[in-house]
Every structure is written in C-alpha cells, then in structure tokens.
C-alpha cells in the first residue's frame, strides 16, 4: 500500500454484511410478525408490520448510503475517515495513537475472501477505535503495516528532535518471527464443551420456544397428554433422555467447535497474538510491555477438571464485539500447561508457590459478618410466600459453605516486587502483579477487624477499565509492610 492514496469506498460486500446483520438482529420480530402471524390483517399486530416494513425500508437506505458516501483514507502519518449520512464528519487518526489491531471473520467475509479490521487508539470515548467492516485480506495486512512503518517512523523522527542524531540513533530491532506457544485440539474443544455445559442449552431453548409457540397455537392441552401419557410409560423416559443428551452434546460441541475450535497462541517480541473460532474467525494481538496484571480464574467446575482461564489486564482497550473478552488466553486450559505457558509469555510476572493463609481466628471473623442475601430473602419469603421459608435456609447454608471456602483458598504473598493474591470460595481468583504496575493502594480496617487484629488491602492496576483488587483479613502488620513496599516501587514510563 502506498503512503498516500486516493479516498476508497469499502468492498461492495459491505451492502451484504450489513444486510445480514439487520436480519440477524430482526430475526424474532420476522418469525413473530410475519410467520406466526401471517394471515393476522388488523389491529396493532398489522401496524407492527407496517413500522417493522417502514424501518427495514430505512436501515437498508441508510446502508446504501453509508456504502457511497463513507470513504477513507491514507497519507503518510495518519488515516483520515469521511463519514455521515445528514451531518459529515471527517475523523483524522495518527498512526502513533493506534495501540491495537484486531480482524475479525465471519461466514459472509469467508464466502468473499474478506475480513474486518479494528484499530484501538487506546483512548476512552465513543471514538475510541476505528472500524474497517468490509476489507480484502491483502488489504488489511497492508494497512496493518502501513500503520506500523508510519509510527515507527515518527518514533524515530521524535527521538531526532529531542537531540539525537541520525547516526547516533538506536538501530530499530527487527520484529522477531511469530511462534507458536499453544494449539488447541480436539480433545481440548470436547473438554471445553463440557466443562462450559453447553450440552445443557438445548433444554432451556426448548422450553423458552415452547411457551413462545404455546402464545399462538395453544399446546397446553397436547403438552399434558403427553405428560399424562409418559406418566403411564415411564420406561420411554431414560431412551429419551438419553437421546436428548446426545442430540444437545453434539450440538454443545458444533457451538464450542464454532468459538474456540482451531484457537491459537502466537507470541514475538513485542506481541502476544491469539487467533480462534472456526468458519467465523477472530484475530488479535497484545502488547507485552502493556500487560499489567495477570488474573487466573477458577470456577468450581473447571476446579474438578483441573484447568483454568488466564486474564491478561492491559493498559490497552481490549474487545471484540460482544460476545469474548480479547485478554482471555484459552479458558479452558489444563493447570500446569497455564502456568508453564505464562512463564514463557511473561517471565516478569513469578508464580509464587508458598503463598501464606490467613490467620485461624479470621474464619470466625467471616461467619459473624452479617448474611444480607439470606435476610433479605428470608424477610421477602415470610411475607409473600412463607410456605418457601426454607429456600432462606439453603440460602444461609451456601453461604455458609462459600465462607469457609473463603478461608482455606485465601492466601497471599508479598515477595520483592510482585505481590500475588488468592481469593474467593467456589470460585477462586489468582492476582499478580508488580509494584511499578499499581497506581495506588488502600488500607482500611472495620471495628469487627480490629477486634480480630486484621485488615484489609486494596490496589489499583492501569487497564480499560480500572482495574481493582483487594483481599480481606490479612494481619495488621502486613498493612504496613505493604505500605512500605509500594512506596519504593519505581515507575516505568511507558
């Protein structure tokens, strides 16, 4: 791609992504409006067609229009993009304020040989990143490294101001090979199927669409014929059942297959990159020097099968549409490849082994803090429905449970210039972080703390959004060690 071109219009597809995109969203309003009532020809349900007719009518115009009238375009230090149906505007990004990139494939970009591309300037507003929604592969791989010849070269057009000279300038490394750091197969995407219990979807889809179909047909009379009658055959339950499990597995697995299947770890020297998703495929990358915490998440489910989900917290803006979170390295990954994987991609960030447990008199300190959930729900229950008291019991004993899981998994550590924290009870939460990484910390202490000689720390990490964490009833001492500690931390500039 050259330096400077002249403005371009997105790739035609374009009118038939947005138009695919509109009837995926209007999918419910069709099947109710004009399949369920096809032949209904007044009232408001006739209106309603009408304005879902008048809107349809709209939105399509207003994707020709966007597809003619929204351009862009490059010169040498920046992008400038033209936009706007009744107020133009013209939005100018330089090639230095764009902190990520990500592309993102669906089945109709497939068909077409076409991708997305995203660019995240890093910044908080509305026009935080700059989308390309229809782009040729060739061409998002061109604008990506127009962009990074471009900041390169102001980088060094900065340096040259501030009193270097040419010869006397660093000798930009070369970017390193991508490697390949992790691989999912197909026993991974089996094991993520059943450990995120997608096989279970299909019962309340089937239930949702029974009362849906239920409104306009009316089968509560054949839904209880046939309740009465498996009641009188209840051999024909377990094959049934069991079908049901099946059919619901295989379908757990083709959505898991669809989301995670084929995801991979790449890493250079400067980015972690990940790739996943079959048929819709979505591509990102991380800047190392930008991960400023590292969050191991581990739910009671995924405990029992013995993997974990790795959060990276960056300074950068990190999404990717709806529907994942880009800082989550695979979820659904054994222990000991995790970590062994972390200490690869990020040496700086230590696992701690021998993480101390809190003092024994705190688990008493957790049971007498006061169970709101289980009064609110016992007062709600005793005056609307004092026949479901009970539901307030199996309320208190969860809670109950959780606290003393609170206690036992609770650990922490505080080792030169990182500080590692493990909280929570079903599910556990593993911190890292070093001290030049924390913008500012907290310590408190309650009445009830006091009187057990504990406190509580809380610290603050840079990332989109703010990142906070906090770990309750560590000893008295340990508050003002901590103190210490992160007033001689040494800021980097980034």
């Not at 040259?160 to 197969?185: C, I, N, Q």
């Not at 239930?207 to 047909?217: A, G, K, M, R, S």
């Not at 606290?403 to 036992?408: A, E, I, K, N």
């Not at 720390?457 to 906070?468: D, E, M, Q, S, Y």
């Amino acid at each position: 791609m050259n330096n400077t071109q002249e403005a371009k219009r997105y790739h035609p597809a374009y009118l038939l992504v947005e138009l695919f995109e509109f009837l995926r969203n209007s999918f419910f309003f069709i099947l109710f409006l004009f399949i369920f009532n096809f032949e209904v020809t007044s009232g408001w349900i006739f209106w309603a067609k009408i304005a879902f007719l008048a809107a349809a009518a709209f939105t399509i115009g207003k994707i020709f229009l966007s597809w003619r009238l929204h351009t862009y375009e490059f010169d040498q230090k920046s992008i400038t993009l033209r936009e706007g149906i009744f107020v133009k505007k013209v939005r100018t990004i330089a090639f230095d304020r764009v902190q990520n990139k990500k592309t993102s494939t669906s089945f109709i970009h497939n068909w077409f040989k076409l991708t997305s591309l995203t660019l995240e300037t890093g910044t908080s507003n509305d026009e935080a990143s700059v989308r390309f929604p229809v782009l040729k592969r060739q061409e998002a791989d061109a604008i990506v490294e127009t962009i990074d010849k471009g900041a390169a070269a102001e980088t060094s057009s900065v340096e040259s101001e501030e009193g270097e000279s040419d010869a006397s300038l660093p000798v930009r490394p070369e970017k390193s090979e991508r490697r390949e750091y992790f691989r999912s197969t197909n026993k991974d995407t089996l094991r993520a199927a059943f450990t995120s219990l997608s096989f279970l979807a299909i019962f309340p889809i089937l239930l949702t669409l029974y009362f849906q179909i239920d409104e306009f047909f009316s089968l509560e009379d054949d839904a209880e014929s046939a309740v009465l009658y498996f009641a009188d055959h209840l051999w024909l339950l377990a094959p049934l059942f069991i079908v049901a499990i099946l059919i619901s597995s295989v379908i757990g697995y083709v959505i898991t297959t669809i989301r995670y299947g084929n995801y991979r770890i790449e890493a250079d020297r400067e980015r972690i990159y990940i790739t996943r998703g079959v048929g819709q495929v979505h591509t990102f990358s991380i800047q190392r020097n930008k991960v400023q915490a590292i969050q191991i998440e581990q739910p009671f489910m995924k405990r029992i099968w013995g993997i974990v989900e790795v959060k990276l917290i960056s300074a950068e803006a990190l999404s990717i549409g709806d529907e994942l979170e880009t800082n989550s390295l695979y979820p659904f990954m054994k222990t000991k490849e995790a970590y062994a994987l972390l200490v690869e991609l990020l040496p700086q960030y230590t696992m701690q082994d021998n993480l101390t447990r809190l003092p024994r008199n705190t688990i008493w300190l957790k049971l007498l803090r006061p169970y709101y959930v289980t009064v609110i729900a016992g007062v709600a229950l005793w005056f609307f429905r004092p026949s479901l008291l009970w539901v307030a019991g199996v309320l208190f004993a969860i809670s109950l449970v959780s606290r003393l899981f609170d206690y036992l998994f609770t650990r922490y550590a505080l080792e030169g210039d990182s500080i590692q924290i493990r909280t929570g009870g079903f599910t556990t939460t593993t911190f890292i972080t070093r001290r030049e990484r924390i913008q500012e910390i907290e310590v408190s202490q309650s009445k009830l703390q006091r009187a057990f000689g504990v406190r509580s720390l809380g610290f603050t990490n840079r990332a989109k959004p703010i990142h906070v964490s906090s770990i309750q009833d560590v000893p008295d001492g340990l508050g003002n060690d901590f103190k210490h500690w992160f007033v001689q931390r040494k800021v980097k500039l980034e």
